[in-house]
């Protein structure tokens, strides 16, 4: 007889899912037993990604920042499946770059589209259905800019601090329906998006990963699956007392404060996968 996984018959939702730590948590996820809705912009490699992992996925084109776009993989969920019993508003950038006075607003507004309202979105359609179970799991990645200053740019910072806020005022708020919400801060983790802002290639993943381990405390890179056993654990029976909190995943990195790096950065937008739009 098999070892029943840890999220066994859970139905998930999970956004920016077709890369990254996306991809990761999916991977997991289906290790896990669960049934996961791949929620990304990303078209082929979402749609490859589930043909790959099987029956337990579906994949649906998710612009984050459109209200009515995470509405509708929300619903997926429970059209397909019958439920849902995980909200993991993973999907993120790294957003408008440079230093405050020269930060273009328009790229201002779009990162916080996608960094601030998605997790919104997701509250917000997710908590409904959850509530009428009397169950729920809802997860949103922060950062460690989340918790100090000088680890992002301004408006990344200010997001996923306000991601944190959000995690706390609304798991005070739902406890009572059973639904625990509880965020993670992911240090350095060898990504696209990563290794586009620490080489200039966002395909340069091991170039990164080797950069990541030289500056970690513990001589490690942080990879998608260290956040996805993060998150797996979350959405577990395991951390069944667990809610408003903050699971900070960085290898130690917030005991050591900020650079400010990115302040020094020519204004840009830096997007999905690591693509650069300039001012």
Known sequence: MGTQ?????????????????GEG?????????????????????????????????????????VEDDVAAAIQLAVSE????????????????VGRISETNTDHWNRTVAILLNSVYFGMKHASPQMIAQGSGVIISTSSTAGILGGLGPH???????????????????LAQHGIRVNAISPGNTATAMTSAVMTGDASAIETATAHIAKTSLLGIAGLPQDIANAAVYLASEEARYITGHTLVVDAGT?????????????ASLLREAGVREPA
């Open 155 to 173: 408006c990344y910072t200010a997001c996923k601090h306000a991601v944190i806020g959000i995690t706390k005022s609304v798991a005070s708020e």
């Open 81 to 96: 499946f019958g439920r849902l019993d995980i909200m993991f508003n993973n999907a993120g950038i790294v957003g408008a």
């Open 254 to 266: 917030t005991t050591l404060g900020g650079t400010g790096r990115f302040h020094q950065q020519d």
């Open 5 to 21: 996984g840890r999220l066994e018959g859970k139905v998930a939702v999970i956004t920016g899912a077709a890369s990254g730590i």
């Open 25 to 65: 948590s999916v991977r997991r996820f289906i290790e896990e037993g669960a049934r996961v809705i791949i929620a990304d912009l990303q078209d082929a490699p979402g749609q490859a990604l589930a043909k790959e992992l099987g029956p337990n996925t579906r994949f649906i084109h998710t612009d984050v920042a």
